[in-house]
């Protein structure tokens, strides 16, 4: 009992401090470590086996879109670098430089890839000759640097694992549309598999990647109210290809510069999955990305029958497609139930000597922490049926959470009080003017987080100026 306590009690209530709350979830979950050099995590195999499902769930639907899967160095020469003057504008306070090549001085600096924009445009420049090698679809799954002063598991380290796809195409119009397609990939993948509801909109000129014409994304709610931009997709028009002179011949035999676009998800979503669901016994995992979607924990493991019992069931699930485990340690059943909820396994069924003689074992649910008493008949489909119950009860109750601190304001006033006192989204109108977007930050420490796809008209006024409105804005704090 002691054990069981112990293993709680160091979890921090997210009520009093949810940033330590968070870094004690991922280090008692063992989903990181810290490293000796600083900025850096190790990724664990419970952290990575995360990552690596998702990952799969993210390719696959890639794939039917008709991207493919490249991979380019990791150093990108400073020429190259500066042949985007808004790009390297916007990276440069975070670049991390190679100057010695073993004990010899570079003639020129090399880059460790903050982003790979330019490295593809060298690519395409010479790969792209005719219209007829048009579109070009491509992503790679790498590490990135970027150096970064304050850090927090996840959410935010000086390398980082990611996807970036970049894509040339003949038109701005086949560029745009595959610029909404893929956010749209990243909405499907977060709503279905992650249990995470967003709002999908377009970042203003003050927010968008640099050097893009415009930058879309999904923005998520995390449950201490704050926002985490969660995938981008970028349209760059034809800036780029100018400058790398990424051009092709027409059908009309005419040389014309490409449309590109750029499309990227990180690591960071794992922090995402963490800060939506978690509780104070630790993590909450949907079912469609969770590495163990069921744990059987074996009751009074040492009387006849039982771990034979155990075993059988485990067969079974394994058979039917489920990713399970069998918990024989020597540890404590009520210990076992402990780390089981701190891993977030979704599911949970223990199995002992009075279930077997009833022919059945009991469910205990992650999510909501419902007991029941299931026959072993039909375990198989009612344990698909019970996480899929699972996966759509993770996903609604994250969207009660988001809707229930939601807001709208009409004045600078109304947003402020909201923005100190009710931490969530808030909904305002917008001039379009930097100069007020830029004073909402000063006066109430809020940032755009968007202009949705979705508009409302909340008033016909800016929040802040008071002259006409172009956009509904979401606004909040974020990470």
């Known amino acids: 009992m002691a054990k069981e306590k112990k293993l709680v009690e160091e979890i921090t209530s997210m009520d009093t401090d949810f940033a330590r709350w968070y870094t004690d979830i991922v280090l008692k979950a063992e989903l990181v470590d810290y490293t000796s050099v600083k900025g850096c995590l190790v990724i664990r195999p419970a952290g990575y086996a995360i990552w690596e499902n998702m990952k799969n769930e993210i390719d696959r639907r890639f794939k039917e879109t008709g991207i493919e899967n490249c991979y380019l160095p990791m150093f990108i020469p400073e020429s190259l670098l500066q042949k985007e003057a808004d790009h390297v504008e916007g990276f440069a306070p975070e670049v991390a430089w190679v100057t010695y090549g073993g004990?010899?001085?570079?003639?020129?600096?090399?880059?460790?890839?903050?982003?790979?924009?330019?490295?593809?445009?060298?690519?395409?420049?010479?790969?792209?000759?005719?219209?007829?090698?048009?579109?070009?679809?491509?992503?790679?799954?790498?590490?990135?640097?970027?150096?970064?002063?304050?850090?927090?598991?996840?959410?935010?380290?000086?390398?980082?694992?990611?996807?970036?796809?970049?894509?040339?195409?003949?038109?701005?119009?086949?560029?745009?549309?595959?610029?909404?397609?893929?956010?749209?990939?990243?909405?499907?993948?977060?709503?279905?598999?992650?249990?995470?509801?967003?709002?999908?909109g377009v970042k203003t000129e003050k927010e968008k990647f640099a050097g893009a014409e415009a930058t879309y994304t999904i923005e998520a709610l995390m449950h201490d109210g704050k926002a985490l931009q969660s995938g981008?997709?970028?349209?760059?028009?034809?800036?780029?290809?100018?400058?790398?002179?990424?051009?092709?011949?027409?059908?009309?035999?005419?040389?014309?510069?490409?449309?590109?676009?750029?499309?990227?998800?990180?690591?960071?979503?794992?922090?995402?999955?963490?800060?939506?669901?978690?509780?104070?016994?630790?993590?909450?995992?949907?079912?469609?990305?969770?590495?163990?979607?069921?744990?059987?924990?074996?009751?009074?493991?040492?009387?006849?029958?039982?771990?034979?019992?155990?075993?059988?069931?485990?067969?079974?699930?394994?058979v039917a497609g489920l990713r399970v485990k069998l918990d024989n340690s020597e540890k404590s059943p009520g210990f076992k139930f402990a780390e089981s909820e701190m891993r977030g396994i979704p599911l949970r069924i223990e199995i002992g000597p009075k279930d077997i003689e009833n022919n059945q074992c009991v469910f205990v649910r992650r999510d909501t922490g419902e007991k029941s008493f299931v026959s072993l008949d039909n375990v198989e489909s009612d344990a698909k049926d019970c996480l899929e119950n699972i996966q759509t009860n993770m996903y609604e109750t994250a969207l009660a959470h988001r809707d229930a601190h939601t807001y709208e304001a009409r004045t600078m006033e109304e947003l402020k009080d909201i923005a100190d006192n009710k931490p969530g989204f808030i909904k305002a109108m917008w001039c379009g003017d930097r100069a007020c977007e830029d004073k909402l930050k000063e006066f109430a420490g809020v940032t755009s987080r968007c202009m949705p796809d979705e508009q409302e008209q909340i008033s016909d006024v800016c929040v802040c100026c008071g002259k006409k409105a172009k956009k509904m804005v979401y606004w909040g704090k974020a990470y």
Not at 121 to 145: F, I
Not at 147 to 176: D, I, N, Y
């Open 103 to 200: 004990m010899e001085k570079l003639d020129e600096r090399l880059c460790v890839r903050p982003t790979s924009e330019t490295l593809f445009c060298d690519y395409y420049a010479r790969a792209v000759k005719s219209y007829r090698d048009l579109p070009q679809l491509l992503n790679q799954w790498c590490s990135v640097v970027r150096w970064e002063k304050t850090t927090r598991p996840f959410l935010r380290s000086r390398e980082f694992l990611w996807q970036e796809g970049h894509t040339v195409h003949a038109t701005a119009k086949e560029a745009h549309d595959r610029t909404v397609q893929m956010l749209d990939v990243y909405a499907d993948f977060f709503e279905k598999d992650l249990a995470i509801p967003v709002i999908k």
């Open 232 to 318: 981008t997709s970028h349209y760059f028009g034809d800036g780029f290809a100018k400058a790398f002179n990424v051009t092709f011949t027409d059908k009309d035999n005419q040389v014309k510069p490409v449309f590109e676009t750029s499309f990227g998800m990180t690591t960071r979503i794992i922090g995402a999955v963490i800060m939506v669901h978690g509780d104070n016994s630790g993590l909450k995992l949907p079912p469609h990305i969770a590495p163990v979607q069921v744990n059987i924990i074996p009751v009074a493991a040492h009387k006849e029958g039982v771990l034979d019992a155990a075993n059988t069931l485990y067969d079974r699930l394994k």
